[in-house]
């Protein structure tokens, strides 16, 4: 029997020191979730040296700035239902036995600069089936998710001007729409127009005409300022601004000061046939979709008629899709023919 003790007393120190010396950033709890290991891959990636935490329950203090559970503390928990919300990627590998597994940023306090860590978890059990200790261990993902943020942007990022490509409007409209039909909420959508453009092109050359676009998106950009707004670059020299839970109403006072904003900016035009400056024709529409809407179309469709009508009007002004037919008919106008109307990507 004294044999026995001895041959696990010796077994268990030189687990010890085989996870302290492991190349993998480690850290163990025990069941009372104050750590009793710490290791030295542990201290380079987080900053923190083991004498810090060991005995305690600050280990969260090597990673956030706020006190919230780690993963090992969930695991020790046994509180799979937590991950999603503290976590943006996660997995419960077993129910009270195999762990989880979880990603996302850690603001390491010590260090002064967030990483991205892929993170495991798993319990240790004795032999009657007693929780003794959690293990966590850790992975420097920062480079490839930074990386991966990069081409996911470069997927959706217009190259002339930096604003949200035509892509990335198609999949934000449609699901500002879903959304808009769960919460009955209005969806705004804005056409923005550059006045007589190809003309400003062959007058200027495509050049200027670039850093003539530039300067609009960025007044387009300025005006899209809540967190779900969108401002993307359509085609051509056409922008677009999603702009959901807001009226028509309130959209046209967001299209009239973007307007007003490039007219400020006073770039000369004077091109046969245009103003002596570049302007602005913009449509707006806003709608609650109904559950027999279906998509987006029906609000691509007002906007477009509202950005029609604009321009036979002439030019330079904002039209709202609610008033538009009726502007449009006091010029003897007649509704938008169908090949005028948006369809999605």
């Known amino acids: 029997m004294a044999k026995s003790r001895k041959t696990l ?21 025990d069941p009372k979730r104050r750590v009793v290991i710490w290791n030295r891959a542990c201290e380079r990636l987080t900053g923190v040296g083991a004498a810090e935490v060991i005995g305690t329950s600050r280990h969260w203090q090597a990673f956030y700035e706020t006190k919230r559970p780690c993963l090992a503390d969930l695991v020790a928990l046994d509180r799979p239902e937590q991950l999603p919300e503290y976590y943006s990627e996660y997995a419960a590998r077993g129910h009270n036995g195999l762990g989880f597994s979880a990603e996302n940023w850690c603001v390491m306090p010590k260090l002064g600069s967030q990483l991205y860590l892929a993170i495991d978890a798993g319990p240790i059990h004795d032999e009657a089936g007693n929780l003794i200790a959690v293990v966590e261990t850790l992975r420097d993902l920062t480079d490839q998710k930074r990386a991966e943020m990069a081409l996911k942007e470069l997927a959706t ?5 930096s604003l949200a490509n ?15 039909q769960r919460t ?17 092109n062959d007058q200027h050359g495509h050049q200027n005409g670039d850093e003539c676009l530039r300067a609009v998106a960025a007044v387009v950009s300025r005006h899209a300022v809540r967190p779900l707004d969108l401002a993307s670059r359509y085609g051509g020299e ?24 490039v ?26 979709p109904g559950g027999d809407d279906g998509g987006p179309d029906r609000l691509l469709g007002a906007a477009d008629e509202a950005l029609y009508a604009a321009k036979r009007l002439g030019r330079n002004r904002v039209v709202c899709a609610e008033r538009a037919l009726a502007e449009f008919a006091a010029l003897g106008g007649k509704r938008v023919p169908a090949p005028f109307r948006r369809k999605t990507a």
């Open 9 to 29: 007393d010796v077994a268990d120190s030189y687990a010890v020191r085989l996870m302290q010396h492991l190349v993998v950033p480690t850290f163990v709890i």
């Open 157 to 161: 990022k217009d190259g002339l001007t």
């Open 166 to 180: 035509r892509r990335a409007f198609d999949q934000m409209l449609t699901s500002e729409w879903v959304r808009a």
């Open 184 to 200: 009955q909420k209005p969806l705004a959508l804005l056409f923005v127009d550059v006045d007589h453009f190809k003309l400003f």
């Open 238 to 261: 056409e922008f677009a601004l999603i702009l959901p839970e807001m009226d028509c109403d309130s959209a046209c006072v967001v299209a009239e000061e973007i307007r007003c904003a």
């Open 263 to 288: 007219m400020a900016l006073a770039i000369a035009h004077g091109a046969m046939g245009a103003g002596d400056h570049v302007t602005l024709s913009v449509g707006v529409a806003s709608h609650i």
